[in-house]
């Protein structure tokens, strides 16, 4: 809503700055966005008559003219194809500034001296969408009898300021001039000046002429009709026009333009009938029938559906309430009786039909917010009163004003005391009294239960609690002291999960890797670039009905496109190493009706090196590189064992590179390079490793009680081994081997060494083993010591036939 | 003879003096006090004297012989430790040669921020909460007083899943989940950090954002409550010399309602362009919890009163680290990540 200073002040009397102003009702829950000054920088530009018209000696484009503005005539060359003698126009004289800052100085175009130029609307600042399309990139042209001489920001309105107001939906009310007039009387602690419409009538009553029927009154609680004949259609003075322009609104008529200067005025919206199209001057307000249509204002055939509500003659629909009028009888220069609609629509009616129509109007904007149903009677005659006083039309007597249930006030009680306890700060009866009479609310019994009348305009105060955001408002929300809550203390706690995923993130985040946040909305397509079979449970997914693109319309079932895509997108912004986890939900459907199953995933991925040093080699970022992340993070959690075992079917990940992950006999989730095609798919080079593992189930397999050990108190005796053993044949199950054979003397094992290539034959590889052996009471023998790793020898070689060295 | 052993333990002395490398040194033991050093052959060659004179040549011998094993032990040392020096002075290093590099890495700077909104309250008393993304209807909109049809719905453009079900708009759901829960009792203090999605893509929004949400429900807690606390934690998120304005707003599930602004960072309030030359930057909606609210979540609003608020965390993390364009936290580039 753009609302003009200038207006404003017909209602109130403001005797501060608009920018003060602007302060004042923004802190009282008006928001203005900005002030806008009209015709700012604008100087000397002035109203002029161009006397006579030329052609120009030395161009054919140009044209002589000689322009009276008031004290002298002066000769100017335009350009301009819009202008007739005899036409009144804003002229920038010597010495003139324009709104984008140009100056206009006396000039010789082809050989011939120009005093000034014409002006168009725009160079004036005047928003061209907001003036008639022949005027819109031409010089403006004023009424003809507009005096000459005279400052053109006065005549044009442009000595202004229009406050951007942002208003919050409660408030429809603010919609309009009157009702920022009310509340910026209400901070100034004045009084509004409201002024009782007065025009003088014709004798012919309304009565005979006009009737309106209301079939459904649920939708339609008043219409309020006024007859005006003897119609003069042409353009509106320009006063009305530029008021019109300020709140952006191109004006059309005088009859329109009146229209849209009440509702603009008063907030209520209005449309005016051709009357002599209406069939029996009669109006049937009612739902629409099945299959009914009308071809709206916009020239559109609109398909109607019986829970709409249209305004109808006895032979059909002629408006869609509330939304659009309808262009049968739409006022035109024909046009010789109008009828003037002031109509309260239900708000929800009205909200429906312009969604499903597709239709949002300044009306139907109004009308859903809920508009002053006191006011529908007045408007039909604020509107009768303005065009009678432009001579636009003579006013029929009377008014139809068909209300089909009484309009009930609305009565709240409040407490002062009520007031106090909310807002933690000292309201007194007398205070509380003074700001609801500010607001326009009757108070009846001013004791300790106040019955408060709320006006009709204020559809959004219905509870006690909504007069105390009135009282707090208005008394000053940072009038209110700052306290902290008093009474049982309580302790912050985070949830379990919550300071899981907290630890995931710290360990992840030592151990070198970047968070990243994806969007939790996918493509379908990413299935297809994860290369994932057609029947695969991932792409069952839930679907966003409405998307922003195909691209984020099905919400995640696996993280890991997300990150494969940020590796990606990093990639071709040439950062070719790169280490990121991201813990998110991933969402699975459900039965109809009910909400997802929403899982906490954590998924991470590599690509290329760590970063090289002067003295250290950079260690390629691949699969053991991202295990020991997830062996690390494993041991901070506390988890139990953790299974990696070879997975050779997931069809996203190289066969021979990928690990599904286990605990407790649950699939935890999977490790692996991805698959060279899904690389691709995705923009990659080979060799990107990634993972994906469901966070319940890790939660329920981490957090192990820690349980000292006793520190060994006898030397322990070391052997190494190295085995010859086929390749193929997973060092878990080596490991297990030694392991039992070992028994408990066995304290530790490690891998060393692996080994391929000349002195072992091909297809083998040789694995060199560092064991320990120590016991708890004792210092162990050699022969103790021989004796196992001879067991383990044996077992070895019974096993996987390998060859052994033992040193 | 006496006078022999003593030039004998003065010349020993001066060439072990004189001596400068343990090598030398040596060699001056050997020749000494070696088998055939000279010391021993003058010791040897006392039995060729009297009984008489024996003793005291004897004592005179051992106290030369004292005498440069003394000065052989304290050179020795002293060379070793010279040695040591020189040893050390040539291992010096450059030290300022980079480090061995550690694998870096870090937090999203949204979760860095949501970390520490989260402590702050953690230490106020609140409690972490948490609730679906996917919502129905009813907790996203019906049960915070926003029926269908309400005109209020169209501040917050809604992607759907189904007739009933939808991305939650904001994390408020959570209010009424959580107060179900514990209702009857009191008091309710949490805070929910959450996803949260709406049909927007732009410089300053971004389909998936986020946002913390607070709640307090107790007997007797006060709009002056809710501006302490607020006031309380602005201060301490963005530094004690916050200024904060309350201003009038409107939200379904509260009311009163409020929108803060804090005093912008950059210019002081003298108004600039990131904050649109006000002095003001628009950072939290809040209010007291609209008596429906309270009434469909299981409490008498009559007795019982809180106050509720919601933040955008991108917001917060763009005026925090001087961030101009919020895909940036969505693109993921590293090099942006890796400045946090």
């Known amino acids: 809503m753009r609302v003009s200073y200038k207006w404003l002040q017909e209602f109130v009397d403001i005797d501060i700055s608009p920018q003060e102003l602007a302060d004042r009702l923004t802190l009282a829950g008006i928001t203005v966005e900005g002030v806008i000054e009209l015709g700012k920088g604008i100087e000397k530009v002035v109203t002029g008559r161009i006397e006579s018209l030329a052609t120009h000696p030395n161009a054919d484009k140009l044209m002589v003219s000689s322009v009276n503005v008031g004290t002298e005539n002066l000769q100017i060359i335009t350009a301009a194809t819009n202008v007739r003698e005899g036409d009144v126009i804003p002229v920038a004289i010597e010495g003139a500034r324009l709104a984008s800052g140009l100056v206009i100085k006396k000039a010789k175009l082809r050989g011939v001296e120009s005093r000034g130029m014409m002006c168009s609307g725009q160079e004036l600042g005047i928003d061209p969408k907001t003036m008639a399309s022949e005027q819109a990139h031409g010089i403006m042209i004023l009424p003809p009898g507009t ?144 299959g009914e249509k009308i071809v709206s204002l916009d020239g559109s055939e609109r398909s109607l559906t019986p829970d709409m509500l249209v305004i109808a003659d006895p032979s059909g629909p002629v408006g869609i309430a509330g939304v659009m009028g309808g262009l049968a009888t739409e006022v035109t220069e024909k046009s010789v009786s109008i009828l003037l609609e002031s109509a309260f629509f239900n708000p929800i009616s009205i909200r429906r039909t312009s969604k499903s129509l597709g239709l949002r109007s300044e009306a139907s904007l109004r009308f859903e917010k809920g508009i002053d149903i006191g006011g529908c009677a007045r408007a039909a005659d604020r509107a009768a009163q303005l065009i009678a006083d432009m001579g ?149 997914t839930i679907k966003v009905t409405n998307p922003l693109s195909e691209e984020q319309s099905v919400m995640r079932t696996i993280l890991l496109p997300g990150l494969i895509e940020v590796l990606s997108r990093n990639y071709s912004r040439q950062v070719r190493d790169g280490a990121i986890f991201e813990i998110g939900r991933i969402f699975y459907p459900q039965a109809e009706g009910h909400i997802p199953d929403e899982r906490p995933v954590l998924s991470g991925a590599v690509m290329g090196s760590s970063s090289a040093s002067w003295n250290r080699k950079p260690f390629e970022m691949d699969f053991y590189y991202l295990k020991g992340v997830l062996e690390k993070l494993f041991r901070n959690l506390g988890t139990g064992e953790i299974e990696f075992r070879s997975d050779t079917a997931h069809t996203s990940f190289h066969p021979g590179r990928t690990a599904s992950l286990e605990a407790g006999g649950e699939r935890l989730g999977i490790l692996g390079e991805l698959h060279p095609d899904v690389a691709e798919n995705f923009g990659l080079p080979e060799k990107v490793t990634a993972f994906e593992i ?67 034959p091909e297809g083998f590889q040789s694995m060199a083993f560092s064991m320990k052996f120590q016991a708890e009471d004792r210092t162990l023998t050699d022969a103790e010591v021989s004796e196992r790793t001879e067991a383990i020898s044996r077992d070895l070689a019974h096993k996987f036939n390998v060859e052994l060295r033992v040193k | 003879m006496e006078r022999k052993l003593k030039m004998l333990g003065d010349e020993a002395c001066r060439s072990m003096a004189a001596a400068g490398s343990l090598d030398e040194l040596n060699e001056i033991r050997v020749r000494y006090l070696g088998k055939k050093g000279e010391l021993t052959q003058v010791l040897r060659g006392m039995g060729n004297l009297s009984a008489g004179e024996r003793p005291r040549i004897g004592q005179a011998a051992n ?114 989940r959580t107060m179900e829960k514990t209702a009857p009792k009191l008091p309710v203090k949490i805070i929910v950090p959450g996803k949260v999605y709406r049909r927007d893509d732009d410089a300053t929004h971004s389909p998936m954002f986020h946002q913390v949400e607070g709640l307090a429900v107790d007997r007797r807690i006060t709009f002056s409550d809710l501006k302490g606390t607020l006031d309380l934690f602005l201060r301490e998120m963005f530094g004690p010399e916050t200024r904060t304005r309350f201003r009038p707003s409107y939200f379904p599930f509260t009311e009163p309602s409020a929108e803060i602004d804090i005093s912008c960072a950059t210019c002081g309030g003298s108004g600039c362009r990131v904050c649109s030359h006000t002095g003001w930057l628009e950072i939290l909606g809040t209010g007291m919890v609209h008596p429906r609210v309270l009434e469909i979540s299981g409490y008498n609003s009559e007795e019982v009163t809180g106050f509720a608020f919601g933040m955008g965390v991108e917001r917060v993390t763009m005026l925090k680290y001087g961030i101009d364009d919020m895909r940036l936290l969505f693109e993921n580039d590293l090099r942006f990540l890796q400045q946090f």
């Open chain 1, 147 to 290: 005096a000459l001489g005279k400052d053109a920001k006065e005549i044009l309105g442009l000595d202004d300021f229009i406050l951007e107001l942002d208003l919050t939906p409660n408030r429809g009310d603010c919609l309009s001039i009157i009702g920022v007039a009310r509340e910026a009387a209400a901070l100034l602690g004045r009084s509004l000046k409201q002024v009782q419409p007065r025009f003088s009538e014709l004798p012919e009553r309304i009565d005979g002429l006009f009737r309106v029927d209301i079939s459904d009154v649920d939708l339609c609680r008043r219409f309020s009709g006024r007859l005006i004949k003897n119609v003069h259609v042409g353009r509106s003075p320009l006063w009305m026009q530029q008021r019109l322009r300020s709140a952006g609104i191109r004006p059309i008529n005088n009859i329109v333009d009146v229209t849209n200067y009440v509702m603009l005025e008063l907030g209520q919206p209005m449309h005016a009938f051709d009357y002599n199209l209406l069939k029996d001057g009669h109006i049937i307000v009612r739902r629409s029938r099945k």
């Open chain 1, 392 to 540: 636009a039309g003579d006013v029929v007597s009377g008014i139809v004003d068909n209300v089909p249930l009484p309009i009930q006030e609305r009565t709240v009680t409040f407490r002062p005391t009520r007031a106090t306890y909310v807002l933690g700060v000292e309201i007194s009866g007398d205070e509380a009294l003074r700001i609801l009479k500010s607001l326009n609310f009757s108070v009846q019994d001013s004791g300790e239960n106040m019955l408060v009348t709320v006006p009709t305009y204020r559809v959004d105060v219905n509870l006690e609690v909504d007069l105390i955001e009135e009282i707090a408002r208005m008394y000053g929300y940072n009038r209110v002291p700052d306290t902290l809550p008093f009474g049982q203390s309580t302790r912050g706690l985070k949830t379990r999960q919550q300071s899981f995923i907290e630890k995931i993130r710290c360990v992840l985040a030592e151990a070198g890797l970047y968070e990243v946040v994806t969007y939790s909305f996918i493509s379908p397509r990413v299935f297809d670039n994860l290369n994932l079979p057609a029947k695969s449970t991932l792409r069952n």
């Open chain 1, 694 to 760: 469901d966070l319940n189930i890790l939660m329920a397999a981490s957090g192990r009680p820690v349980s000292y050990i006793n520190l060994p108190r006898f030397p322990g005796v070391e052997r190494d081994m190295a085995i010859i053993v086929q390749q193929g044949i997973p060092s878990s199950e080596i490991f297990n081997v030694i392991r039992l054979a070992g028994g408990e003397l066995l304290r530790s094992i490690q891998l060393f060494d692996i080994y391929r290539g000349a002195q072992v």
């Open chain 2, 63 to 176: 106290e030369v012989r004292a005498v440069i094993e003394e000065e052989l032990t304290a050179r020795t040392s002293a060379l070793k430790k010279l040695v040591k020096e020189q040893r050390l002075r040539g291992e010096s290093i450059d030290v300022t040669l980079p480090g061995t590099p550690f694998p870096r890495g870090g937090k999203h700077p949204l979760n860095l921020v949501f970390e520490e909104i989260q402590e702050i309250f953690l230490s106020l008393g609140y409690s972490i909460a948490d609730g679906p993304e996917v919502e129905t209807d009813y907790y996203n909109f019906e049960a915070l007083n926003l029926p269908k049809d309400h005109p209020a719905r169209d501040m917050q453009d809604t992607f759907f899943v189904g007739s009933e079900t939808l991305l939650r708009t904001h994390t408020s759901p959570v209010q009424v």
